[in-house]
Structures are given as C-alpha cells and as structure tokens.
C-alpha cells in the first residue's frame, strides 16, 4: 500500500460542473477555498481561463493563448470558502454552456520568500505538493526562486504576464523531460532543447532554477509559476510508452485518478489532454478538453481510470501511438488499502 498523509483528497483538489447562466452567482460545491481555478466551457470555443488567489480575483491568464494578463471584471470576482463567485464573461459563465472548473487549494494570498536570488510571494500547501509563485524576472541565467514546497518540484508551469516584449508562451518543466528543454502549454510542439528556460539546473526541495527566456525569467516582468511535488497516495508525475492498441498501455499511479492530463512529447503536432472523473463518471472516460487549444469538450474513447492507475483505450497517436513516449500529470485518491488492487478493477 502506498502511504499517504492525504486522507481526503477533495479537501486539495476537487472538479465542479455547472451550467453557465451568464449572471453574478457563486458556485459551491469544491469543498474548500480555492487558489488556483482552472475554467473551460465544454460546449463552446471559449479559452482555458486561469486563476489564483497569488495574482488576485478578476486577474485572468488563458492557458491555450500566449495573451498577457488581463482584467475580467465579469470572470472570478472572489474566491470563497467552498467555491468561486463569478460574473457574466462566457469563458466562466456563458449561458446554457455546460462548464468545468478544476481546483486545486495552496494556502491563500502568500507570503514572501527568499530561498532564491530573486525574491518572490508563495502561497504554498506542503501536504499537497502545489504552491503558487509570483516573481519579477531579471533575465539573468541561473537565477533562482523559492517555490516553498520542502520538497523537489516535478513539474512546474511558468508564464510571463507581461507582454515580455511580445506576449510570451507557457513554459513547462516536467522531471521527465528535464531541466535542459522547455515545454509550452500553449503549443504541440515537442520539447526545445535549450538551457534558456530552466538553465538545465534540476529543481532543489527549496528553489527552482531560470534562464535568460521571456517566457521564465524576463527583465523586469511580472511572473507566475504553478509547482507541483509528488505525493504517495495524491498525485503523480511521470511517463508511459504506447502500445498502439486499444488494450492500451496501463500506468501505475498508486491512486484512483480524478485528473489526468498526458501529451506526446516524442513527436511534434500532439495536444495536452485532459480528462476527469466528473465529466462522464464511467469508463471508457470519453471527454477530452485540451490545455493547448479553445476546442468544444470531444468524445473520444480515452482511457479508464482504475483503482490505482489509468489504463489507455485509443489507437491515436496523440495518446497512444507503438512506442512513443507520454508525459503525465494526474491527481486522485484510493481508499485506505485499496492502492493493491488489480489493475483490471473498473
């Protein structure tokens, strides 16, 4: 059994779905207060729609878009004790559109820390791995900023939010590329070799390491950053290899996953996927959203999540193509004792 000091999941991440009435409301229902509300209206052509507690209410970023921050007055308006208060914008709230928000808590507005060369504001939850990192770039390679975590990130999710000399895409780091590429949430492509977004410095338990780029560390601009520890039982950072059939490649993760979102990184022209227990509820999980692109939710058979992994039921080669390499990150929870069922459990 894997150990976990997590014995309720939902009190760190949890999936809302409503449908939009394009009207002030609150949505209740997450089972804590949020810091990081990730919006997609499934029916429509709507962006990714981000916001934390960090940079503040109505302060919107857009995962599939290389956008700068903006103010939507009429998009998140407060964060509150068991959900989100919401205004009329169509990305959060269009009318008659069926919406997903994906939740994660850290702890609030943050504090400041300075583990780093460059200072920073950290709203961290050390029991769930995830912090929220708010700094000012100096364009200096080998800068670093403290993420809080007390553990090594796994993966961490980074975006100027300033125009940066002309608006700049969402980098990623993740363990299993490595600290010498960089990733883009905004884009398909495969990873750029290169040491300009992460300074090919591997993540320490207190900082995290920046090059020279726009994208993770430009002079003088507002930055973010989402970091991600792995935790036993809760979430899980890693890789799989396809098999090209529909009794597709099965990955361990330890826990029953409620979030799952993969991409291809062996090849260019692949999307972030992701896909979460609310949505459909059942197996074969068939509601795919993308961080990359405005794309309506699609139905696609994907994949089943299990008792203690997830296991692929698609041919493409966007999820599993013979041979080729995936990156993962999923979160969820097993029952107590129930991370040592067999992986056929559906």
């Known amino acids: 059994m894997a150990y976990t000091a997590i014995n309720k999941s939902?009190?760190?991440?949890?999936?809302?779905?409503?449908?939009?009435?394009?009207?002030t409301r609150s949505i209740t229902g997450v089972g804590f207060q949020p810091d990081w509300c990730w919006f997609k209206s499934r029916g429509d052509t709507n962006g990714n729609m981000f916001y934390d507690a960090v940079r503040g209410?109505?302060?919107?970023?857009?995962?599939?878009?290389?956008?700068?921050?903006?103010?939507?007055?009429?998009?998140l308006s407060a964060f509150d004790s068991d959900g989100f208060s919401i205004g009329s914008a169509a990305g959060e709230n269009a009318n008659n559109q069926p919406i997903v928000a994906w939740n994660w808590k850290a702890n609030g507005t943050g504090s400041a820390n300075t583990d780093g060369t460059i200072?920073?504001?950290?709203?961290?939850?050390?029991?769930?791995?995830?912090?929220?990192?708010?700094?000012?770039?100096?364009?200096?390679?080998?800068?670093?900023?403290?993420?809080?975590?007390?553990?090594?990130?796994?993966?961490?999710?980074?975006?100027?939010?300033?125009?940066g000399g002309g608006n700049q895409d969402w980098c990623v780091y993740h363990v299993s590329v490595g600290a010498n590429k960089g990733m883009f949430l905004n884009l398909q492509n495969s990873p750029d070799t290169?040491?300009?977004?992460?300074?090919?410095?591997?993540?320490?338990s207190s900082v995290f390491t920046?090059?020279?780029?726009?994208?993770?560390?430009?002079?003088?601009?507002?930055?973010?950053?989402?970091?991600?520890?792995?935790?036993?039982?809760?979430?899980?950072?890693?890789?799989y290899t396809g098999n090209g059939n529909t009794d597709g490649t099965f990955v361990y993760t330890g826990f029953k996953p409620k979030f799952v979102m993969y991409k291809r990184y062996s090849a260019s022209g692949n999307?972030?996927?992701?896909?979460?227990?609310?949505?459909?509820?059942?197996?074969?999980?068939?509601?795919?959203?993308?961080a990359n692109l405005n794309s309506a939710e699609g139905t696609t058979d994907l994949l089943d999540t299990l008792s203690n992994g997830f296991k692929l039921r698609r041919t493409h080669a966007s999820a599993n193509?013979?041979?080729?390499?995936?990156?993962y990150m999923a979160f969820g929870q097993s029952l107590v004792g129930s991370n040592n069922i067999p992986n056929n459990a559906r």
């Open 57 to 75: 209410a109505t302060k919107v970023l857009v995962s599939n878009a290389t956008n700068a921050e903006a103010t939507e007055s009429n998009g």
């Open 210 to 239: 920046v090059g020279n780029n726009l994208g993770t560390n430009g002079s003088g601009d507002n930055m973010i950053a989402y970091c991600f520890a792995e935790k036993s039982g809760y979430s899980k950072f890693g890789t």
């Open 321 to 327: 193509a013979d041979g080729s390499t995936y990156l």
């Open 271 to 290: 999307d972030w996927i992701i896909v979460d227990s609310k949505r459909p509820g059942y197996n074969v999980n068939n509601k795919e959203l993308y």
């Open 194 to 204: 290169n040491a300009k977004y992460f300074n090919d410095t591997t993540p320490t």
């Open 10 to 23: 939902t009190s760190y991440f949890n999936t809302v779905t409503y449908t939009g009435n394009a009207s």
């Open 119 to 163: 200072n920073s504001t950290v709203s961290v939850n050390q029991t769930a791995g995830f912090s929220i990192v708010k700094y000012t770039g100096n364009a200096t390679s080998g800068a670093t900023i403290g993420h809080g975590l007390g553990a090594v990130p796994k993966m961490i999710i980074t975006k100027n939010r300033d125009e």
